[in-house]
């Protein structure tokens, strides 16, 4: 055990007071964050320190990436043994086997995929517009952000049917309980959507085995003209890496689902919100594109959606001169991080032209996607297909709210509440 003293801690009275409240975890986390730079509090026997400098950020996501592991996750009965929730070797085979569709140009083989999911929304926009009718843009941006995923899984475009199966994934992870080990059953509605999506999954694989024996036997190897998709990629490895079993190529397929839709399509939702308060930064953004970014940019800055990245020692550790005992959870928190003074001036305000930041940032105070080892796989996709859709609508209409919008949820993800209703019209 390192010497030292441990961080502070909240007054266990406080953390009562809080639980009491009924009030979001993100209170609390606001109360530790007032008492320094390093502040803990004590809920059911275990500690949890926040952490949200960008030093100790770096120090816990960064560098030490390997030595602060990720608690097991509540969505695991859902997502299984996917990237998400593996660890060590195979969670680092699991990622090298995906890392080059996802970063440098393998990212490209998914363009057509995104704007061909665009263009469908822009299709329903216009259709709106022409009947006057108001459009609910968080369900519009969840069928895109389905739509983008699901097409790179399996090359296929969305039905509705599938969309149903696929975006019930939501109820599920809502209904599974959130302490890790609570085996209450699941109420049978969410039963029924589980096994809805298994099937889903488990037919989507058979039929993209069937695609490649059949192009095997046309042109002598297994992989589409254009490219593999994600599946065509894990059943490769499956012909000479036994690890790889449908119930692996399953979760890593639903992984990829969840990971991959709710994040990007909450962000676009939040960007809408945020444009609508300012209309000014709409217009400018309209045709030009390093403005789409820096609104997307700045959009992740104030609302990111991984708001929460928890965290666990696996030994004993020192943090900003603190001891961290073993087991102690770690809660890396971007939401505050990025909502710190002393690297954005105005903290609270919306200003998209921060980007592209001019001086660098420190390690560690921007981290929309998280940083080190375990950073987002998706980071460049989830950019091209919220800048090529926001690009696309914005170019083409304006849009104005017709309902006040939700209060911000911190729930796994952080999003508005309800939907966000809106008037549309094709620019003259
Ligand atoms: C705006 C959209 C997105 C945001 C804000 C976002 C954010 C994040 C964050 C913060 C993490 C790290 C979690 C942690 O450290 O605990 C993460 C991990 C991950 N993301 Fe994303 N993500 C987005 C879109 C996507 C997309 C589109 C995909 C898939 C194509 C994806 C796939 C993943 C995967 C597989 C991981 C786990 C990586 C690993 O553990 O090795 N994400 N994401």
Redesign the pocket.
């Known amino acids: 055990m390192t010497d030292g003293m441990l961080p502070d801690f909240l007054d266990d009275a406080a953390v009562a007071a809080w639980a009491a409240s009924g009030a979001p975890l993100v209170d609390l986390l606001r109360q530790a964050r007032t008492q320094g730079r390093l502040t803990g509090f004590r809920r059911g026997g275990r500690a949890a320190v926040l952490v949200t400098d960008p030093r100790d950020v770096h120090q816990v996501?960064g560098v030490g990436g390997d030595r602060y592991v990720?608690r097991s996750h509540r969505a695991r009965p859902l997502i299984g043994d996917?990237?998400?929730t593996?660890t060590g070797e195979a969670?680092r085979s699991q990622?090298r086997l995906?890392q080059a569709m996802?970063t440098g140009r393998g990212i490209q083989r998914w363009e057509h995929h995104i704007a061909a999911a665009a263009d469908r929304v822009v299709g329903r926009w216009a259709e709106r517009a022409r009947r006057g009718e108001p459009t609910d843009i968080a369900e519009d941006v969840q069928f895109f952000?389905v739509d983008?995923?699901w097409r790179?899984l399996t090359d296929q475009p969305l039905d509705q049917e599938t969309y149903v199966d696929l975006a019930a994934v939501q109820d599920i992870v809502a209904a599974l309980p959130a302490d890790v080990g609570g085996a209450a059953a699941l109420p049978p509605e969410v039963e029924t959507a589980l096994a809805a999506l298994d099937e889903r999954m488990h037919r989507a694989i058979g039929e993209a085995r069937g695609r490649r024996t059949a192009d095997r036997d046309a042109h002598g190897h297994g992989d589409p003209v254009n490219g593999p998709s994600v599946l065509d990629r894990l059943l490769g490895a499956a012909e000479t890496d036994p690890a790889y079993t449908d119930r692996l190529i399953r979760d890593e397929l639903v992984?990829?689902l969840v990971?991959?839709?709710e994040?990007?399509a909450?962000?676009l939702t939040w960007a809408f919100v945020l444009l609508d308060r300012h209309p000014e930064v709409m217009e400018r953004a309209a045709g030009d594109a390093r403005a789409v970014e820096a609104v997307l940019s700045e959009t992740?800055r104030l609302y990111?959606?991984?708001w929460l990245?928890?965290?666990q020692a696996v030994a004993d550790e020192t943090l900003d001169g603190r001891r961290i005992p073993a087991g102690t959870d770690l809660l890396?928190c971007?939401y505050l991080t990025h909502r710190d003074p002393e690297v954005w001036p105005d903290p609270e305000a919306f200003v998209p032209e921060r980007f592209p930041v001019r001086t660098p940032l420190p390690p560690g105070a921007y981290?929309?996607?998280?940083i080190?080892?375990?950073?987002?796989?998706?980071?460049r996709?989830?950019?091209r297909?919220?800048e090529v859709l926001l690009g696309g609508l914005l170019a083409r209409f304006t849009v104005e709210t017709t309902e006040p919008v939700g209060e911000p949820v911190f729930g796994i993800n952080l999003r508005p509440a309800g939907p966000l209703y809106a008037r549309v019209r094709e620019r003259t």
């Open positions: 996501l990720k996917g990237m998400l593996a969670w990622r995906l996802f952000t983008t995923i790179s992984t990829l990971a991959g839709y994040s990007s909450r962000t992740l990111p959606t991984g990245l928890p965290r890396v971007p981290l929309p996607f998280g080190g080892p375990r950073a987002c796989l998706g980071t996709f989830a950019m297909e919220m």
